[in-house]
């Protein structure tokens, strides 16, 4: 597949949504994860890498190629296309998606650290969307599965291993180190996840001339974000339709509030609702704090305060 659409975030931060925006609007699948050990027969080694290991370079090649040609057909993959849970889903609709529609990419959330290997070895149409850390601690802590695939000491670990102590990585997180060798509790481990995440994938995409796509924006601004992501990925920007954007996925349960008029949370309360009945104050401090020590900008001093509804930093760059 020539220049596969590949959507990369942090966990619980809107890639499902914004994969299904695509996927609908272009025509085709971006597939579900396909590094989780559902599918992949080397996930841990795979997770929070950089792609350049020795010994995993040419297998990750080999997989995502494979992938993205349409023989590894593990009903995984279409999770986000298909009736949950999967097993109940007939072996002769999976076949008729896999031989009906065509692939265009993936969407992952272990991969925000391959992005020069995916531009390199793929020559992939990077889509990285980031979304408010408090927001995403939440939605955290709601999807309380969340890190079972391996157990959140073992994701910790592996983030330790791949990331921190990565001789590619380990200049620009130095300054940080402290930070992360500080952090004890859950919320303050998942912060620094994110925080370093973050950090380095806009380094990246800087490298690369590449956007910064905003979760906040597809929310308050759904028609002129959706027409922005269209036109980068190669779609055509007018020819949106609602469903797009507003009919979740098999996997998305909501996408904006307000849908009914019944609905004023978020007009009242601004962005606050993400987090407000999850977060104590002193954890949101705690979030904010790490946060503004790593230096991410992106939702620093200058980004709205919960309840605010004035303007969000643009889609057009990052920290």
């Known amino acids: 597949m020539n220049n596969p659409i590949i959507v990369l975030s942090f966990g619980r931060s809107g890639s499902t949504w914004v994969s299904d925006i695509i996927s609908k609007n272009m025509g085709g699948l971006l597939l579900f994860e396909p590094l989780h050990p559902e599918t992949c027969p080397f996930p841990q080694e795979a997770c929070y890498s950089d792609g350049y290991a020795p010994g995993l370079n040419a297998r990750l090649l080999d997989f995502l190629s494979e992938v993205l040609a349409g023989a590894h057909r593990n ?34 959330i272990r991969a925000t650290f391959m992005i020069d290997w995916l531009i390199e070895n793929l020559h992939a149409r990077i889509v990285y969307l980031v979304r408010h850390p408090a927001a995403v601690i939440a939605s955290l802590r709601r999807r309380k599965n969340f890190w079972n695939e391996f157990g959140f000491e073992t994701h910790w670990r592996l983030f330790l291993d791949h990331v921190v102590q990565n001789p590619r990585t380990e200049d620009v997180l130095r300054p940080y180190r402290s930070l992360i060798d500080a952090a004890r509790t859950q919320i303050e481990r998942e912060t620094v996840m994110w925080a370093a995440s973050h950090k380095l ?99 620093g001093d200058n980004w709205k305060l919960p309840g605010d509804q004035g303007d969000f930093p643009s889609s057009s760059g990052s920290s």
Do not use: C
């Open 75 to 108: 009903r995984w993959l279409l999770r986000n296309h298909l009736f949950t849970p999967l097993e109940a889903v007939s072996q002769t609709y999976v076949d008729m998606v896999w031989n009906e529609t065509r692939v265009l990419g993936f969407k992952e």
């Open 201 to 299: 994938a806009a380094r990246a995409l800087a490298r690369h001339g590449l956007p910064t796509f905003h979760y906040e924006d597809f929310y308050e601004r759904p028609f002129p974000t959706t027409r922005r992501l269209i036109d980068y990925v190669g779609g055509d920007p007018q020819a949106i339709h609602p469903a797009h954007i507003f009919v979740p996925s098999m996997t998305t349960i909501r996408t904006v509030h307000g849908l009914t008029a019944s609905e004023s949370d978020f007009a009242a309360k601004g962005w606050s609702i993400f987090w407000e009945d999850i977060l104590i104050a002193d954890e949101l401090q705690t979030i904010m704090g790490l946060v503004d020590a790593f230096g991410v900008e992106d939702y």
